[in-house]
């Protein structure tokens, strides 16, 4: 006799269609008094078995990817989100990336301050980093891919509060994942800044999301006893490994083995950097073998990141095989939140991959999901936006207690 009341997938989609309210009472009852991030977004993967969160950004850089009537349906959840910061603002300065020349990531900075205009704030986009500005210069202008001129202002700070130009910005929004942190004394300042600094790629750790996800889904599922392994993909952290000196790579390699004697036969493992982003430091392996016979190439892949973090902790995780195709290629879900709240999604289809690959890399292409024709269409597609929501929002909640843990 099972110990749980849902045992299998086909289960839980319909005990969470029939028990949706009782569910989201739970989700905003685990929330209150956490440090929800003001967004983020979430990669799931759905398997024939589960529904698993694969992984969680806190400075999502896709908002161009969100379908136009989700965007239209977010403008009050944002103008929630902001009021509840500071209910006298008026000017939201976003502070974006570096990397100006990617212009489809312009396209996604144009997307969010449009969204944000249209909740009724002044925005500015502003930069700390002074190597993006001519001599002598505070505003550069940009175009982003689809036409949309972008104007970046050089911000500085005059008695802890962020200022571009004469005017004074209420609320700063970090979309700088700072794997090269921002040169800036954050205990000095004024001005609310979301999500914190503090959570940056210098010092935040997937392994610290999915131990926390981990007790968050737990929970979850005790509650309404349910078995945690339909809702999340079981991992090993590992530390101290280096890939160029070859230090603690039999240590990965047994961690690997490790993992893959609880799975059925023929799965993967995805061996992740755990302060990899961009999709870098991945590599998808069947056996700890892989790991001790990793040719040069491969091993300096993993060994850095972007703006050169070494990677030495790195986060084995079981791979879930997606049953998403969009003509007949592989796809996974990401979903965007605000303040905890889903306000859309789309879907992220490789192929140059195969259903047990790493979509996040070479090939990829992105196509929207309007979440808004999810609810409308048959009781499968209520089920699915229910499923993507719920897991979703628990690995929101985990990143929640990341930020409460830094603070």
Same mark, same amino acid.
């Given at each position: 006799?099972?110990?749980?009341?849902?045992?299998?997938?086909?289960?839980?989609?319909?005990?969470?269609?029939?028990?949706?309210?009782?569910?989201?009472?739970?989700?905003?009852?685990?929330?209150?008094?956490?440090?929800?991030?003001?967004?983020?977004?979430?990669?799931?993967?759905?398997?024939?078995?589960?529904?698993?969160?694969? $992984?969680?950004?806190?400075?999502?850089?896709?908002?161009?990817?969100?379908?136009?009537?989700?965007? $239209?349906?977010?403008?009050?959840?944002?103008?929630?989100?902001?009021?509840?910061?500071?209910?006298?603002?008026?000017?939201?300065?976003?502070?974006?990336?570096?990397?100006?020349?990617?212009?489809?990531?312009?396209?996604?900075?144009?997307?969010?301050?449009?969204?944000?205009?249209?909740?009724?704030?002044?925005?500015?986009?502003?930069?700390?980093?002074?190597?993006?500005?001519?001599?002598?210069?505070?505003?550069?202008?940009?175009?982003?891919?689809?036409?949309?001129?972008?104007?970046?202002?050089?911000?500085?700070?005059?008695?802890?509060?962020?200022?571009?130009?004469?005017?004074?910005?209420?609320?700063?929004?970090?979309?700088?994942?700072?794997?090269?942190?921002?040169?800036? $004394?954050?205990?000095?300042?004024?001005?609310?800044?979301?999500?914190?600094?503090?959570?940056?790629?210098?010092?935040?750790?997937?392994?610290?999301?999915?131990?926390?996800?981990?007790?968050?889904?737990?929970?979850?599922?005790?509650?309404?006893?349910?078995?945690?392994?339909?809702?999340?993909?079981?991992?090993?952290?590992?530390?101290?490994?280096?890939?160029?000196?070859?230090?603690?790579?039999?240590?990965?390699?047994?961690?690997?083995?490790?993992?893959?004697?609880?799975?059925?036969?023929?799965?993967?493992?995805?061996?992740?950097?755990?302060?990899?982003?961009?999709?870098?430091?991945?590599?998808?392996?069947?056996?700890?073998?892989?790991?001790?016979?990793?040719?040069?190439?491969?091993?300096?892949?993993?060994?850095?990141?972007?703006?050169?973090?070494?990677?030495?902790?790195?986060?084995?995780? *079981?791979?879930?095989?997606?049953?998403?195709?969009?003509?007949?290629?592989?796809?996974?879900?990401?979903?965007?939140?605000?303040?905890?709240?889903?306000?859309?999604?789309?879907?992220?289809?490789?192929? *140059?991959?195969?259903?047990?690959?790493?979509?996040?890399?070479?090939?990829?292409?992105?196509?929207?999901?309007?979440?808004?024709?999810?609810?409308?269409?048959?009781?499968?597609?209520?089920?699915?936006?229910?499923?993507?929501?719920?897991?979703?929002?628990?690995?929101?909640?985990?990143?929640?207690?990341?930020?409460? *843990?830094?603070?």
């Amino acid at each position: 006799m099972s110990q749980y009341k849902i045992n299998n997938k086909n289960e839980l989609e319909n005990f969470v269609i029939n028990n949706w309210n009782n569910i989201n009472l739970y989700l905003e009852t685990a929330k209150k008094g956490l440090p929800t991030p003001f967004y983020s977004s979430v990669d799931i993967r759905e398997s024939k078995d589960k529904y698993a969160p694969v $992984d969680h950004n806190m400075f999502p850089a896709g908002f161009n990817n969100l379908c136009s009537q989700d965007l $239209d349906e977010a403008v009050h959840v944002v103008k929630n989100a902001l009021f509840n910061i500071s209910p006298t603002a008026k000017n939201i300065g976003i502070f974006p990336e570096s990397h100006t020349k990617n212009l489809m990531y312009l396209d996604h900075i144009a997307t969010l301050s449009k969204l944000i205009e249209s909740s009724g704030y002044k925005v500015y986009v502003l930069s700390f980093d002074s190597n993006l500005f001519p001599e002598n210069e505070d505003v550069i202008d940009l175009m982003s891919h689809s036409g949309f001129p972008i104007k970046i202002y050089r911000g500085n700070i005059k008695a802890g509060s962020i200022c571009c130009l004469p005017e004074k910005i209420d609320i700063g929004i970090c979309n700088n994942d700072q794997s090269n942190p921002l040169p800036i $004394d954050w205990k000095e300042l004024k001005t609310p800044f979301v999500p914190t600094p503090l959570i940056g790629w210098f010092q935040r750790q997937k392994n610290t999301h999915f131990a926390f996800y981990n007790k968050v889904a737990n929970e979850f599922c005790a509650h309404f006893e349910i078995n945690p392994d339909l809702i999340q993909a079981k991992f090993r952290a590992v530390e101290n490994v280096d890939f160029e000196s070859k230090t603690g790579l039999e240590n990965l390699a047994k961690s690997v083995d490790d993992l893959l004697s609880e799975l059925k036969p023929d799965s993967k493992v995805f061996v992740k950097a755990s302060k990899g982003t961009y999709g870098m430091g991945i590599s998808v392996v069947s056996s700890g073998e892989e790991i001790i016979n990793m040719n040069r190439k491969t091993r300096n892949k993993m060994d850095v990141g972007k703006n050169a973090i070494k990677f030495t902790s790195l986060l084995v995780q *079981e791979g879930v095989e997606t049953i998403l195709k969009y003509d007949d290629m592989p796809a996974e879900i990401t979903v965007y939140l605000i303040d905890g709240n889903c306000i859309g999604g789309f879907m992220r289809v490789n192929g *140059e991959r195969d259903s047990l690959g790493n979509l996040n890399s070479k090939g990829m292409v992105f196509r929207k999901l309007c979440m808004c024709d999810v609810k409308d269409k048959a009781r499968d597609h209520t089920a699915k936006e229910a499923m993507y929501s719920l897991i979703a929002r628990l690995a929101t909640l985990a990143s929640a207690y990341e930020i409460k *843990e830094v603070l």
